[in-house]
């Protein structure tokens, strides 16, 4: 079956920096866009950043911009996302995704595409 596993979430304080992973079994990652989502406690669940199925697109929240970067290793078959000046707003649990349809740019899996979740990893930024 489908499997998509975070991990690299934790406790730290602000200012400090976190690289996330994001690995997936069961289907293809070289062709699938794939993206980071984030939700806090009574929040809806936003996107953060995505990246297209060839790494030649990206989006990300302007709330974001300029301190995250995501990136993909196709070798590896891995997503990351480098979350970098960390501020306590960031404190939220960040699922990965993976798009089900093939060949399609960031746009679509951070906003209507289809896609498999992940279980997510907590992101818990201090004052």
């Known amino acids: 079956r489908v499997q998509v596993v975070e991990s690299g979430g934790g406790l730290v304080q602000a200012g400090a920096s976190l690289t996330l992973s994001c690995t997936a079994s069961?289907?293809?990652?070289?062709?699938?866009?794939m993206g980071w989502f984030r939700q806090a406690p009574g929040k809806e669940r936003e996107a953060v950043a995505c990246i297209g199925w060839n790494g030649k697109t990206t989006d990300y929240a302007d709330s974001v911009k300029g301190r995250f970067t995501i990136s993909r290793d196709n070798d590896e078959k891995t997503l990351y996302l480098h979350l970098n000046d960390l501020k306590p707003e960031d404190t939220a649990t960040y699922t990965c995704a993976v798009g089900v349809a093939l060949f399609t740019n960031s746009g679509s899996i951070c906003t209507t595409g289809t896609k498999f979740w992940g279980e997510g990893t907590q992101v818990t930024v201090s004052s």
């Open positions: 069961g289907l293809t990652l070289d062709d699938r866009a």
